[in-house]
């Protein structure tokens, strides 16, 4: 697998890690290498969402999430062609759908908000609007809405866009707000179950419905679950 371009002084310091909170970081190609894994195929969309996190970390001045330590609030939303921007965002900070740090507002904008939850701080980082228009009319793009699959893009047409998103300083794609405050109210996790009425399956306490003395999940109770 290619690694990414180190052109310039920022990509050779971030090749080296760095240390937040006595712990070192990994390295920007460290998290490429695990962020590409992740995703499944090189798009320039999600290593715009990993430079878009970790520039988010820097300026709140955090380490990646081992638990609940922070928290993405993503306007990315579905259903349009840069969703993969979030899967970076989540290979930067940490934050995933597994640990419940993570929320979609399902505005479709190429923003999220950051926030420090033991300090109650955040940072808003958003993709300039001029840069998102620019790369929805690259060759990759177009190939994209042929309905070529990201995985099959020739690299010729692939490499110059990704070459760019990797190596262009932030403030020339990135909007990145000072940080403000944020307070932040931990919700306790639930650990009791019961058997649903209806379908027997375990459900934990905090989902579920009572509908004429039954004990019901939302599914056999036709609720719909959390979000859209």
Known sequence: ?????????????????????????????????MAVTFHGHRCPAMPMGLRAGLAAMKTLGVGRARDK??????????????GCFLDGVMAATGCTYGKSNIEKTYWNKMAFTLVD???????RVSLKPEFLEQALRSPFV????????????????????????????????????????????AVPACFEVVRCDGCREA???????????????RGCAGHPSAGP
Request: hydrophobic share 30%; aromatic share 6%; with cysteine.
């Open 1 to 33: 697998m290619k690694g990414p371009p180190c052109r310039n002084r920022q990509h050779a310091e971030a090749e080296e890690g760095r240390t937040v909170n006595g712990e070192r970081e990994r390295s920007f190609r460290e998290l490429w290498d």
């Open 69 to 82: 330590e922070l928290h993405v609030v993503s306007e990315t939303g579905k259903g349009h062609a840069a």
């Open 117 to 123: 939850t033991r300090r109650g701080r955040a940072v």
């Open 142 to 185: 177009q190939q994209r809405r042929q309905g070529v699959p990201p995985q099959d893009v020739p690299a010729e047409v692939l490499e110059p866009l990704l070459d760019r998103v990797l190596s262009l300083p932030e403030g020339q794609f990135l909007d990145v707000s000072e940080p403000f405050d944020f307070p932040w109210r």
């Open 203 to 217: 459900v934990f306490t905090n989902a579920v419905n009572r509908q004429d003395g039954k004990i019901l999940c």
